[in-house]
């Protein structure tokens, strides 16, 4: 894991050597969904190393909690990096390789979308079962020797049935579908969204997907938990608005605070499934 993050003493001495079980990584307008669990104050993240940008995107507190599920020690990031931002995608999956030395074994993302899907609405929680990376780049590019990554079970299907029969007894819809991440940071145009919905894609984003594939060249077992903030363009006649993808996030927040204790409790408790790498 040394390769991951240049200075791992300096990373456990802000952040505590005791390993960690999970890590949450919470984005758009979504800082505040751990708030029950978190159990200490937060650590910038231009304080750790290998922080790869200085500067944050609006909506990203920037910042890394301690946090507690039972018995289970966690570190939740209140924000994210993105490749809009000039970063390579491995760069933009820094959080992972943190949380990777520091003893991870279990990923929950989470990401503010768009819905291209005509049934999901601004405030629907979506359970990711598959993504299409349509970034241009990959964050296991480059790794030698290469690391060749199976993806076919990135995304846990099987725990779908059990955490939307919870959502439904807390009168929550969870979604499924399949999350197409774009490079950004422009909106898509209407014509692109008509492309990705002919792809299968149901959600959009410029998120999520560096840190999903890192994790699971790692052998992270992994979990992505998207928001509908908004209809994709074309969708509906509203201009699209980070700060109203924003303020969607932090009104509709509470519904994927409702869900992260069985969300947790269903995955993180569990037996690990992937053999963790060390590249």
């Keep these: 894991m040394s390769e991951l993050i240049s200075d791992i003493a300096a990373a456990r001495a802000k952040l505590g050597e005791e390993p960690c079980d999970f890590a949450l990584i919470l984005g758009s307008g979504l800082g505040e969904v751990a708030g029950e669990l ?45 490749c809009y931002q000039g970063l390579s995608a491995y760069q933009a999956a820094w959080p992972v390789r943190l949380a990777a030395v520091l003893g991870v074994r279990r990923l929950v993302v989470t990401s503010a979308v768009g819905a291209i899907n005509r049934a999901f609405a601004p405030g629907d ?9 349509l970034l241009g780049d990959n964050p296991l590019r480059g790794i030698e020797p290469p690391v060749f990554a199976d993806l076919c079970h990135l995304y846990p299907t099987e725990l779908y049935p059990q955490l939307a029969d919870r959502a439904e007894k807390k009168g929550i819809v969870l979604r499924r579908g399949v999350l197409a991440a ?17 792809l299968g894609a149901d959600v959009v984003s410029m998120s999520m997907v560096p840190e999903t594939v890192l994790a699971a060249g ?62």
């Design 218 to 279: 790692l052998g992270l077992d992994i979990l992505g938990l998207a928001l509908v903030t908004n209809k994709a363009a074309g969708r509906s006649d509203a201009r699209l608005d980070h700060r109203e993808v924003l303020n969607v996030g932090r009104t509709f927040g509470a519904t994927l605070r409702q869900l992260l204790p069985d969300l947790l409790d269903i995955f993180v408790a569990r037996p690990q499934i992937n053999t963790v790498s060390t590249f």
């Design 125 to 133: 929680p979506v359970f990711v079962e598959d993504h299409l990376n």
């Design 182 to 198: 774009m490079s950004g940071p422009s909106y898509e145009t209407p014509a692109e969204i008509r492309m990705l919905e002919r």
């Design 38 to 82: 978190v159990t200490g104050a937060g650590v910038p993240f231009s304080e750790l190393p290998d922080c790869p940008a200085r500067s944050l995107i609006p909506g990203h507190g920037g910042q890394v909690f301690p946090c507690r599920f039972g018995k289970l020690r966690g570190l939740v990031f209140q924000g994210r990096f993105h």
